[in-house]
C-alpha cells in the first residue's frame, strides 16, 4: 500500500511539474526561446539559404537546423523551398499558393498551414522548384520519410519536462510556424503595412522591427530584393535574423553571398552614359524611392498653401491627401475607386503633374524591353536635360544625383 502511494504521489508530482520541476515563468521562457530558435531556423536556414542562396551555412548549422526544424515543424525542406520558390515566381497571381490578393485575407490567415499541405502534395512545384535542396541520407531516410516522428518526440520530452503542461507548451511550439509565417508574414505581410520599395507584387512591410518573425517582418524589403541576406534596409529598420547571421559569419559557419545594393554617387558627369543607366537600372527601387520623397514633399507644400487659405475639410484638400499617400506608386497599383480624386489633384498644380510625368518617363528607362541599351542611354540624358529645364527645383536636384550615379 506504501509502495502504491508512493507511486501515486510521484506521478502526481509529475503531472503537477514534469521532471524539470520549473516554475511557470521558466516554462514560459523555455517556451519563447524554442519557439524564437524554430523562427530563426526557418528563416536563416529554409528562406535566406535554401530558398535563396543569399546565404552558404556550414555543415554544423545546417544540420542543426534540419534537425531542430524535424523536431518542431515536421516540414520537408524541399517542400517549404519550392512552394517559397513558386511563390515569388508566380507572386499575387492565381498560381501563387498562398496569396491573400487572389485567395482571401481570411482564408490565407486561419487556413495557411492548409493551403503549405495542399501545394506540397504538387509534384509539378517540387520538381520544377525544388531543386538543389538537401538530398542527403538523414533527409531521404529520416527527415523526409518520418515527418511526424520528429514532432512526436517533441511531444514526448516537454510532457517528460513539464508534465501535464507539456502538452499546452508542445502546442504553442506547433502553431508558432503557422500562425507567424503562414499567417501573418504570408497574409499580412502581403495585405497590411508600409511599402519601402514599389516592388512589382503587393508586399508590406508589418513592422521595421524584425524580432518575432525573426526579421521576416520586412517583407516589402524581402520582395524587392529576394536574394539579399540582410532584410533591413532603413536605418530605423532592425533584422534580427541578420544578426544571428553576422555571428555565424564570425564563427566561420556562414558566408553571405548578397546584400541589398546600394547607389553610389561620385561626381557630376556632363551627361549621362552607359554606366550612369546600368547604375540606375541596378538600383532601380531605391531611385523610385528617392524620387517618391520629391513627390510627397510636393504634396505636403501644397496642403500647407490649402491650409493657408483656409480650405480645410474641402474636396480639393481631400484629393491632395490622396494625391500624397498614391501618386508616388505605380499607376496599376492606385486603386480604381481614387483614381479621379488622385488626377484631379494632379490637374491643379502643374508642378506636381509634371513630377508624376517625369517619374513615368524616367520609370520606361528599365520596362521598355524592346529597346537597345545606346538608344536606353539616348533616353536617360534627354530626360535629365529636360528636368533641369523644368524651372523645378526638385527635378533638377534629382536629375544631378543621377548624373552623379555609378556602377
Not at 238 to 266: C, H, N, S
Amino acid at each position: 500500500m506504501n509502495l502504491l502511494m508512493s507511486v501515486w504521489d510521484g506521478l502526481i508530482n509529475w503531472l503537477a511539474n514534469g521532471l524539470s520541476g520549473m516554475a511557470w515563468w521558466q516554462v514560459a521562457l523555455y517556451t519563447l526561446v524554442t519557439t524564437h530558435i524554430t523562427i530563426a531556423s526557418v528563416t536563416i536556414f529554409l528562406h535566406r539559404s535554401q530558398a535563396h542562396r543569399a546565404l552558404d551555412l556550414g555543415p554544423i548549422p545546417s544540420h542543426f537546423f534540419r534537425l531542430w526544424l524535424w523536431l518542431m515543424t515536421g516540414m520537408v525542406t524541399k517542400e517549404w523551398v519550392a512552394i517559397h520558390r513558386k511563390h515569388h515566381a508566380k507572386c499575387e497571381t492565381e498560381e501563387d499558393p498562398h496569396s491573400p490578393q487572389t485567395r482571401g485575407i481570411k482564408k490565407v490567415l486561419l487556413e495557411g498551414s492548409e493551403l503549405y499541405r495542399e501545394e506540397a502534395k504538387n509534384q509539378q512545384t517540387l520538381a520544377k522548384f525544388g531543386h538543389g535542396t538537401p538530398d542527403d541520407w538523414m533527409e531521404r531516410n529520416v527527415y523526409s520519410r518520418f515527418t511526424w516522428q520528429g514532432v512526436g518526440i517533441t511531444l514526448i520530452v516537454d510532457l517528460v519536462l513539464f508534465g501535464a503542461i507539456g502538452a499546452a507548451v508542445w502546442a504553442v511550439q506547433m502553431l508558432w510556424i503557422p500562425i507567424t509565417a503562414a499567417g501573418i508574414i504570408n497574409g499580412i505581410g502581403h495585405w497590411w503595412g508600409y511599402r519601402n520599395f514599389e516592388a512589382s507584387d503587393a508586399s508590406r512591410n508589418v513592422s521595421p522591427w524584425g524580432i518575432i518573425i525573426g526579421g521576416e517582418e520586412l517583407h516589402n524589403n524581402h520582395h524587392t530584393y529576394p536574394t539579399s541576406a540582410k532584410l533591413s534596409v532603413k536605418p530605423y529598420e532592425f533584422d534580427i535574423g541578420w544578426a544571428y547571421i553576422r555571428g555565424l559569419e564570425m564563427l566561420g559557419w556562414a558566408k553571405v553571398r548578397k546584400t541589398v545594393p546600394q547607389l553610389k554617387l561620385g561626381n557630376v558627369k556632363p551627361v549621362a552614359d552607359s554606366q550612369t543607366l546600368e547604375a540606375i537600372i541596378a538600383n532601380r527601387y531605391e531611385v523610385m524611392a528617392k524620387y517618391a520623397k520629391h513627390l510627397r514633399h510636393a504634396c505636403r507644400v501644397e496642403l500647407a498653401r490649402l491650409k493657408a487659405e483656409g480650405a480645410q475639410n474641402t474636396a480639393k484638400w481631400k484629393e491632395m491627401h490622396l494625391a500624397k499617400r498614391w501618386l508616388h506608386r505605380d499607376e496599376d497599383k492606385i486603386p480604381s475607386d481614387v483614381k479621379t480624386q488622385v488626377a484631379n489633384a494632379c490637374a491643379q498644380n502643374a508642378g506636381l503633374a509634371k513630377l508624376v510625368a517625369m517619374r513615368e518617363e524616367l520609370r520606361q528607362l528599365w520596362t521598355r524591353t524592346n529597346v537597345s541599351a545606346e538608344q536606353l542611354v539616348i533616353d536617360l540624358q534627354a530626360w535629365c536635360k529636360k528636368a533641369e529645364e523644368s524651372g523645378i527645383a526638385a527635378l533638377q536636384e534629382f536629375a544631378l544625383k543621377l548624373r552623379a550615379a555609378h556602377a
